[in-house]
């Protein structure tokens, strides 16, 4: 879907609402953000010199029963660092010209505060906007893409390329490891496929003995 929805961007009639979507949405699918806690970043929550790709501090999210928003620290693995160095480059600008005002949204509003700058965008915005690329690119999904499925997507992407439960659970911000096991759905081929795979590895090593 997301290969579609970025390639009609430079002919959309809107584009800057429709990259900042984009941008958003690729962003849950990548590192799996909420979709709230989205709207609640500011461009200075991007550490862009923390760790290898930079990170996001995310100091909206959920924190487990009622105890009050609750901050992590979220590595842009996976292509979000491509994801949002192109948006801010790019794209950001078209919403807002003061790139080092306090409290500038990463994702602005169409709408303007008193003084011109933008306001930050609802998750109602984000929603509409994944709907609606849902519809023209998957419409065999209907409603059912929705921003948390994109969440589900990411945890389930980040296991199969190899990201330990501990690891997933600290991305996704989740209080309990198994709330994190829920959100990841694998093959059903997925045992026979592991050990396959260790045999392979296993026959590889024996045949350099051997050699």
Not at 30 to 47: F, M, N, P, T, W
Not at 149 to 161: D, E, G, I, T
Request: aromatic residues 8%.
């Amino acid at each position: 879907m997301f290969t579609g929805w970025g390639g009609e961007l430079a002919t959309c009639r809107k584009f800057a609402p429709t990259a900042r979507n984009y941008t958003a949405s690729k962003l849950l699918s990548q590192v799996g953000l909420r979709v709230s806690e989205a709207c609640g970043l500011d461009l200075d929550d991007i550490k862009w010199d923390l760790g290898r790709f930079g990170k996001l501090h995310v100091r909206h999210g959920k924190g487990a029963g009622g105890s009050g928003p609750r901050e992590r620290m979220v590595p842009l693995i996976n292509g979000a660092d491509r994801t949002l160095r192109w948006f801010i480059e790019d794209v950001w600008g078209q919403f807002d010209d003061d790139h080092t005002r306090p409290g500038a949204p990463l994702f602005p509003s169409e709408r303007k505060n008193t003084g011109g700058s933008s306001r930050r965008v609802g998750d109602d915005s984000l929603r509409d906007g994944l709907k609606n690329a849902t519809k023209a690119h998957l419409p065999g999904w209907g409603e059912k893409l929705t921003p948390h499925v994109l969440r589900h997507f990411c945890a389930s992407q980040l296991y199969r390329n190899g990201l330990d439960l501990l690891a997933i659970q600290e991305v996704l911000g989740h209080s309990w490891i198994a709330t994190t096991m829920r959100y990841i759905h694998v093959q059903q081929t997925r045992v026979e496929d592991a050990w396959v795979a260790r045999m392979e590895r296993a026959a590889k090593r024996l045949e350099g003995l051997v050699r």
